[in-house]
């Protein structure tokens, strides 16, 4: 049904004459209808759907943000348009007060639409264009003066908190604007200590994401203690974002005692945040263990308090870490015999301790209360009462306690025999298997099945995968994940956090106690050795699509492009482009290796031009070669005849060849769109040179010859003295005219026939230095011009051979 009716909702949204309520409802089942099926979405469609974010109505202008935050999460690249409109809306609604009474809630305009401006704001990376950040920032700014105010009523307090708060979000997440970074530190330290509970709440919040990004945590560090009495908070989702916060914030250097504090609180901890607090305590533990018995100790006790919410991947792991580390073996090995001889042993204890001493039982069989009848009495008085899978692992054990105390042999095949009659058909196979085997003759084949198991290969924690597929639920994606800022830094871990947790190879049954069924066919993840094998094969890789056409790429050229792009090559200042609806000028200036172009925007039509639009684009293979920064954006609304600008500043950083585009799209009934290529080509960033001749043949024999010589024939449609090319006269003044709009230094009395040219120059580049050329031309005017050109660097042959052509 999806893709029956998306095109006409698609239809209603985008038409010119569908009224303010019937966009509203079109954008909102658009984005009901993606939620359900994501394909609907053309990708052709972005473009205008960005466009109606500058809607006059807030409300149509809400609800489609709404949809464009649905749509950005998945496709970051085709909706990157949608940046730039969140940050001048933002601006226009908080600053220069776009809004009608109508949005003003309690003196906060608006503020839905600017919870979720800010929010969208936090899908991508920070811009790098400094007008765009100089918007954010003032925002901002604006927004954290106005939370300042006082004698606010609930409501307004609610609404002003719930921007302020993503505001602070925002601020984190740029990470660059250290004058705001100073103010938010201060104040989340005030509402992490406020008598409301939702302020309490966003507070922890924030500041967990401010861990997440900060440097330093020495200004979370100074609320360690309220940050730890949250635990006790009489409201539960304040208790988990403190337990987020503790997390997050937790280093060498505090580690023990917030992991002793979290295990304290986990005694009386509500049952909704047990498993989560087990893992993150186990994650902690093993992450800034610096002493055996300390990593131990904790680990054990852990799921001695919890074993009922200790899911399988903890005690796996902790076998995994004591199988893989020689120096944690014997003390392990100890202290998990001391809790199976405990009357009351939680089961996933049992199982800890039934593969640990299995494997590791013979290292301390000559210590005291540790002899090989200790440990298998000790085993055997749980099989009663375990699970199972449990059995399973025991008698796994026992056949390893035949290869390494024969001195107990006829009480191990006691066991085997009593369990050969067993209902249990997994149990029964496995109990005649293992009698079989200690009844051989000889102990060849018992050593070799029961050799000591090799080191687990190194892997991701699944612990990670488990805690993160908790935040993966929600219909908006994080841009950052728990765990502080080591964390974040991680690629694996962030993909975890944002694609729903790593998958596992092995099962899970989901009960500590263990299922009949999966204890039935011998499949649960418990049941054999194989279940300890964790591991992680990576997200899920995506579906394979094909990319969205970049429509501000040189690909999408509009037609007519050519004849203002080939006269502003020769030219600084001219008109771009022209047609029966906008005209584009431009106006440029080249200092050295930096270029400032003014694009200016004339609306011809009788009515008004909204939605105004810019994007440029680069070619990947020439990022980096040459970078700009967009110093001013122009106006998203044009009146007849109206004109705004554009200010473009440009660095050559190294040769480039390819010059960058410009996509314009506007509403003027329908969406209207052109695609330009600017005249930033590298002849641009040449400085004509002066050389006398002596210096100039010089130069001319120490860098003639290939590869950096290059010369060209150009043939000429000829004519009487002079020829003509598409009725303008070649000759030796249109020669010189254009010699030096290419922006060589004409040299005069330097070739012998003085009919010839000869010219020098020095391209800029900041990062690749600077370049000298040479030319000379040799005109014929009736029939051809030969050009011969001469380059310190061989690569800028072909580049600067190109812009000539």
């Known amino acids: 049904m999806g893709e029956a009716l998306s095109g006409e909702v698609h239809r209603l949204l985008i038409s010119p004459t569908s009224k303010a309520f019937v966009k509203k409802k079109a954008a909102l089942t658009l984005l009901r209808l993606y939620r359900k099926s994501p394909e609907i979405v053309q990708p052709q469609w972005a473009e205008r759907i960005i466009s109606l974010m500058d809607d006059v109505d807030l409300g149509v202008a809400l609800s489609v943000t709404s949809l464009v935050m649905a749509l950005a999460q998945d496709n970051l690249e085709q909706y990157k348009g949608a940046y730039a409109k969140a940050a001048g809306r933002l601006k226009r609604i908080v600053i220069d007060g776009e809004y009608s009474p109508d949005y003003l809630y309690y003196k906060v305009p608006c503020p839905w639409i600017q919870v979720k401006l800010l929010r969208l704001l936090q899908y991508f990376p920070p811009s790098e264009d400094s007008h765009v950040r100089d918007m954010i920032r003032d925002s901002l700014q604006k927004i954290l003066d106005l939370a300042l105010e006082t004698n606010k009523n609930v409501q307004q307090n609610n609404a002003q908190n719930a921007v302020l708060f993503e505001a602070i979000n925002l601020i984190i997440h740029l990470d660059t604007e250290q004058a705001l970074m100073k103010q938010i530190s201060s104040r989340l330290g005030r509402f992490i200590q406020s008598r409301e509970t939702n302020v309490r709440y966003l507070g922890l919040e924030a500041m967990t994401h401010l861990a997440a990004r900060a440097d330093t945590l020495d200004p979370i560090k100074q609320h360690q203690e309220v940050i730890i009495g949250s635990l006790k908070d009489r409201d539960i989702s304040v208790r988990r974002k403190g337990l987020d916060l503790l997390y997050s914030m937790c280093d060498a250097s505090n580690a023990r005692v917030l992991v002793g504090e979290l295990l304290h609180h986990l005694q009386n901890a509500d049952f909704a945040i047990r498993e989560e607090m087990v893992l993150k305590i186990a994650i902690l533990t093993e992450k800034y263990a610096t002493d055996v018995q300390w990593y131990v100790d904790i680990s054990l006790r852990l799921i001695a308090m919890a074993g009922d919410h200790v899911s399988d991947e903890v005690w796996q792991r902790v076998i995994q870490i004591i199988t893989n580390n020689e120096e944690l073996q014997v003390y392990a090995?100890?202290?998990?015999?001391?809790?199976?001889?405990?009357?009351?042993?939680?089961?996933?204890?049992?199982?800890?301790?039934?593969?640990?001493?299995?494997?590791?039982?013979?290292?301390?069989?000559?210590?005291?209360?540790?002899?090989?009848?200790?440990?298998?009495?000790?085993?055997?008085?749980?099989?009663?009462?375990?699970?199972?899978?449990?059995?399973?692992?025991?008698?796994?054990?026992?056949?390893?306690?035949?290869?390494?105390?024969?001195?107990?042999?006829?009480?191990?095949?006691?066991?085997?025999?009593?369990?050969?009659?067993?209902?249990?058909?997994?149990?029964?196979?496995?109990?005649?298997?293992?009698?079989?085997?200690?009844?051989?003759?000889?102990?060849?084949?018992?050593?070799?099945?029961?050799?000591?198991?090799?080191?687990?290969?190194?892997?991701?924690?699944?612990?990670?995968?488990?805690?993160?597929?908790?935040?993966?639920?929600?219909?908006?994606?994080?841009?950052?994940?728990?765990?502080?800022?080591?964390?974040?830094?991680?690629?694996?871990?962030?993909?975890?956090?944002?694609?729903?947790?790593?998958?596992?190879?092995?099962?899970?049954?989901?009960?500590?106690?263990?299922?009949?069924?999966?204890?039935?066919?011998?499949?649960?993840?418990?049941?054999?050795?194989?279940?300890?094998?964790?591991?992680?094969?990576?997200?899920?890789?995506?579906?394979?699509?094909?990319?969205?056409?970049?429509?501000?790429?040189?690909?999408?050229?509009?037609?007519?492009?050519?004849?203002?792009?080939?006269?502003?090559?020769?030219?600084?200042?001219?008109?771009?482009?022209?047609?029966?609806?906008?005209?584009?000028?431009?106006?440029?200036?080249?200092?050295?290796?930096?270029?400032?172009?003014?694009?200016?925007?004339?609306?011809?039509?009788?009515?008004?031009?909204?939605?105004?639009?810019?994007?440029?684009?680069?070619?990947?293979?020439?990022?980096?070669?040459?970078?700009?920064?967009?110093?001013?954006?122009?106006?998203?609304?044009?009146?007849?005849?109206?004109?705004?600008?554009?200010?473009?500043?440009?660095?050559?950083?190294?040769?480039?060849?390819?010059?960058?585009?410009?996509?314009?799209?506007?509403?003027?009934?329908?969406?209207?769109?052109?695609?330009?290529?600017?005249?930033?080509?590298?002849?641009?960033?040449?400085?004509?040179?002066?050389?006398?001749?002596?210096?100039?043949?010089?130069?001319?024999?120490?860098?003639?010859?290939?590869?950096?010589?290059?010369?060209?024939?150009?043939?000429?449609?000829?004519?009487?003295?002079?020829s003509k090319d598409g009725g303008r006269e070649i000759n030796e003044a249109f020669v010189r005219t254009v010699v030096e709009g290419f922006r060589w230094g004409v040299l005069q009395g330097v070739d012998p026939n003085q009919r010839n040219f000869v010219g020098a120059s020095v391209v800029h580049t900041s990062e690749g230095g600077k370049y000298g050329c040479l030319l000379r031309l040799e005109p014929n005017y009736a029939t051809q011009v030969c050009l011969t050109f001469l380059f310190s660097q061989p690569g800028l042959i072909e580049v600067v051979c190109g812009s000539l052509g």
């Open 333 to 722: 090995a100890q202290n998990t015999l001391q809790y199976c001889k405990q009357d009351h042993c939680h089961e996933t204890l049992v199982k800890i301790g039934a593969y640990i001493l299995g494997e590791f039982g013979h290292l301390i069989a000559e210590e005291r209360g540790c002899s090989p009848i200790e440990q298998f009495l000790a085993l055997q008085s749980k099989l009663p009462a375990c699970s199972s899978s449990t059995r399973g692992m025991i008698l796994s054990c026992f056949i390893k306690f035949v290869n390494l105390f024969p001195e107990i042999k006829p009480q191990l095949i006691n066991v085997f025999s009593v369990y050969s009659h067993t209902l249990d058909p997994e149990l029964q196979q496995r109990a005649c298997e293992y009698l079989a085997l200690a009844s051989m003759p000889t102990d060849d084949l018992l050593r070799t099945v029961c050799d000591e198991m090799p080191p687990f290969p190194e892997r991701e924690s699944a612990l990670l995968s488990r805690l993160h597929q908790k935040h993966s639920k929600t219909s908006d994606k994080r841009t950052w994940v728990v765990g502080g800022k080591d964390a974040n830094a991680d690629a694996t871990e962030l993909a975890m956090a944002k694609q729903g947790g790593l998958r596992r190879t092995f099962t899970t049954n989901g009960h500590a106690n263990g299922g009949a069924a999966a204890a039935a066919n011998g499949h649960s993840a418990a049941n054999d050795l194989a279940g300890l094998d964790m591991s992680n094969v990576g997200p899920a890789e995506a579906k394979a699509l094909k990319p969205p056409p970049n429509l501000a790429s040189a690909a999408h050229l509009s037609p007519g492009w050519e004849r203002g792009f080939n006269r502003l090559l020769l030219k600084a200042d001219g008109v771009l482009y022209e047609d029966g609806q906008l005209q584009v000028g431009v106006r440029s200036e080249y200092r050295g290796q930096m270029a400032c172009l003014i694009l200016y925007f004339t609306n011809k039509t009788p009515a008004l031009i909204s939605s105004f639009t810019t994007t440029l684009d680069l070619d990947e293979s020439e990022k980096g070669n040459l970078t700009w920064d967009i110093k001013g954006l122009p106006e998203t609304t044009l009146a007849q005849g109206a004109q705004s600008q554009q200010v473009i500043v440009f660095e050559a950083k190294r040769v480039f060849d390819k010059s960058p585009t410009i996509r314009i799209s506007y509403l003027a009934g329908a969406l209207q769109a052109l695609t330009l290529k600017l005249p930033v080509t590298i002849h641009k960033f040449m400085d004509p040179a002066e050389l006398s001749s002596e210096d100039f043949f010089k130069r001319w024999k120490q860098i003639g010859g290939a590869p950096r010589e290059a010369q060209q024939i150009f043939g000429l449609a000829g004519g009487g003295g002079g």
